[in-house]
C-alpha cells in the first residue's frame, strides 16, 4: 500500500511527500512512542498503564495473523502517525464490521496525516470486502470526530460516563460508515 498525496501547505511552505505504508518491525518504536504519548496525555486511548515494546510487536503479529493492516504514514525519516482496524466485537456474527485506530505523534497533529490514513484503511477494509467500519471516540475528542465525519462518518450512539481517566468520567461517541455503498 504506497501513496504520496500532497497534503495542503501554507503558502510558501516545503510539502514533504508523506508516504502511507505497512508497517515494519523498524516502525515499532515510534508506534510505542505515539502510543505511550496517546496513553499518558490524552483520552484519545483510554488504558492507564504504557505500552512496552514487547506488547506493541504482539499486536503487530496479531494484527498481520488476522490479515488486518497496520499503517503508518511515513515522510521518509519514518512513522509520524500509524492506523488500523481490526475487530469490531469478538464474534462470528460481526465478521463483516471492523473498529479503526488512528494515532498521530503530537508534533505532527493537524497536518492532515488522519486523512491521508483513514483513507487507507477505508480503501483497505473496502478491498477485503468488510460491511462496516467503526469509530468509538471520546465525546471531547472534536478532531477525530470531524475527521470522521469528513469522511462519511456519522454518529450513531454516544454512551456517558463509561470511561474514566484524569480523575473524571469520559462519554464515548461511536460513529459508522457503510463500506458498500
Given at each position: ?127 477485503q470486502g468488510k460491511h462496516v467500519m467503526v469509530a468509538g471516540i ?44
Open positions: 500500500m504506497r501513496g504520496t498525496p500532497s497534503l495542503s501547505p501554507a503558502a510558501g511552505a516545503c510539502v514533504v511527500p508523506i508516504q502511507v505504508r505497512s508497517a515494519e518491525e523498524g516502525d515499532l518504536p515510534a508506534i510505542l512512542a505515539i502510543t505511550n504519548d496517546a496513553i499518558v496525555n490524552t483520552t484519545a486511548v483510554w488504558s492507564l498503564t504504557p505500552a512496552t515494546l514487547e506488547t506493541r510487536r504482539a499486536w503487530l503479529e496479531e494484527r498481520r495473523l488476522k490479515g488486518y493492516p497496520v499503517l503508518v504514514a511515513d515522510d521518509g525519516n519514518g512513522a509520524l502517525g500509524f492506523a488500523s482496524f481490526g475487530d469490531f466485537r469478538p464474534w462470528e456474527g460481526y465478521r463483516h464490521s471492523v473498529e479503526n485506530s488512528i494515532y498521530i505523534d503530537a508534533g505532527h497533529r493537524g497536518r492532515g496525516l488522519g486523512r491521508l490514513l483513514l483513507g487507507a484503511l477505508l480503501d483497505e477494509a473496502t478491498r471520546e465525546a471531547e475528542n472534536t478532531a477525530s470526530i470531524h475527521l470522521h465525519a469528513g469522511f462519511g462518518f456519522e454518529e450513531t450512539g454516544r454512551l456517558r460516563q463509561v470511561g474514566r481517566k484524569f480523575d473524571r468520567w469520559l462519554d464515548l461517541v461511536f460513529m459508522q460508515r457503510l463500506l458498500d455503498r
